[in-house]
């Protein structure tokens, strides 16, 4: 029984036209074969996978065919089909990672003196050449400063900076590119039509994406989907052998974050933990859905119809503010980034929701109160009552005629400013508060969110507000910490603390857990809300 190829090397592309991805350097060496105006030395570069080491044997193929020099290798003759089958003599392919040493390539470079055994050009591939020692480069560029006529070298690398200047100024250099996702798909596409293997397209694009952009990635992932999903490709077979979260989760989170609904955020990250899913993937395909969003809200005919969930993108493109879309592409990005720094990936990953929930615009806000926690003791602490009561432009202005206390966080409670300047507004502390003149203070870690489009809608806010011009200056500066954002933080952590403590001392709670060994699952809880709260 013969062996099953794999799809890398059977669809591997025997000449230019079969190449993916990589047409500007297929022009130019199609340009340079055809105008017979050939260098001596190719340097190509890029990631992995996008087609170095193949563009090497295509234009090996090219320069030997025994039809002749041309960018159309007739791939029949026994020359093309031995560079292809990798027997061709005059084909000498050498991998710089194991041959480092300045003695192999003194060798290569004494055997490229003698004229090749039956091509006509003796070829050289060196792949990952940035590998190459000091001295070894140093061996390789007497010969590529004065090269037979007959020797061709095709140098490859991962890592173009650790070449030295004098070896790349000899060679005639080539970029190659992370192959689109788009053009990694239609290529699946065609092989599994030609290999009749059923496929759904959204199968086709998760593995296009875990390729990230290269085309030598996405067969041997579309190889193991075969071996996975015994013969034929199917999206959830696919998502579990790369690991890759349902989306329907990512959007049901945005849902909840547009209903202002805490609890059903907090639940949904509860069943991905319990899915066993990686909040960092769930983290980094969250803000794939806000730039998609971003894009259906300036570009909508850059979303084609066979997006995944095109239809709920749209939704939540009307929805939100672009400029929320923008925050919350941040806040994510941040939390991505914070990961690590987190207690474990579930305290960051829900941290990163809530992060986004404060930041959720009032307008859109839908007020559902959470299931009420079993407690005798309702009554909130000092601290969880410097909540801001609702008063009026007039009423402030009185308070600051009379000489009252009038703080910064009950002011920014009526602004409704939403996105960045909500933020800087909440990590701002005043230092000098009146009608007239209003002197902010913002920490050195949040200088970033001093930018004056954000400073403008503040100031703006303010003179709707009080219905006349306000002085409004901003500075950085060390703050006592008491901003509108660690108030909050200070009365979250306070109610939190009490329901905790209510529930601890529950009889029934007690009673459970000195009979049975009963544990409290302190993440679960969740403090009371005030009427005027929303979660």
Known sequence: ?????????????????ELTGQEHVVRALTNALEQNRLHHAYLLTGTRGVGKTTIARILAKSLNCEAGVSATPCGTCPTCLQIDSGSFIDLIELDAASNTQVDNMRELLENALYAPTSGRYKIYIIDEVHMLSKSAFNAMLK??????????????????????????????????????????????????????IPYDIV????????????????????????????????????????????????????????????????SLADEMEMQCFSFDTALQDLAVILHRIA?????????????????????????????????FYQIVLHGRGDLSLAPDEYA???????????????????????????????????????????????????????GSDLTWSQLTQQLKLTGMAKMLAQHSEAKSLSADKIELCVPEVHKHLLEKKYQDKIQSALNNFFNKPVVLNFFVGSITGLTPAAIQQIAEEEKQAQAIAAIEKDPIVQELIEQFDAKLIVSSIKPNQDKGDKQ
């Open 1 to 17: 029984m013969s062996q099953t190829q794999v799809l890398a090397r059977k669809w591997r592309p025997r000449n230019f036209t």
């Open 143 to 196: 010969t590529l400063e004065e090269p037979p006529t007959h020797v061709k070298f095709v140098l490859a690398t991962t890592d173009q900076q650790k070449i030295p200047i004098t070896v790349l100024s000899r060679c005639l250099q080539f970029n190659l590119k992370q192959i689109p996702q788009t053009q990694i798909t239609d290529h699946l596409r065609s092989i599994l039509a030609q290999e009749r």
């Open 203 to 266: 199968s086709l694009q998760l593995i296009a994406r875990a390729a990230q952009g290269s085309m030598r990635d996405a067969l041997s992932l579309l190889d193991q989907a075969i071996a996975f999903g015994a013969g034929k490709i199917e999206e959830t077979n696919v998502r579990d052998m790369l690991g890759i979260i349902d989306q329907g989760y990512l959007y049901d989170l945005l849902d909840a974050l547009v209903q202002k609904n805490g609890l059903k955020l907090l």
């Open 295 to 327: 894009l259906a809200q300036a570009v909508p005919r850059a979303i084609g119809e066979d997006t995944p969930e095109y239809t709920r993108i749209f939704a939540l493109a009307k929805i939100l503010a672009p400029e929320d879309i923008q925050l």
């Open 348 to 402: 960051g990953f829900t941290m990163t929701l809530l992060r986004m929930l404060t930041f959720m615009p009032e307008d859109l806000a839908v007020n559902q109160q959470p299931p009420q926690i079993p407690s005798r003791d309702t009554q909130q602490s000092a601290k969880a009552e410097q909540k801001p009561q609702s008063v009026s432009g007039d009423t402030i202005q009185q308070v600051i005629a009379d």
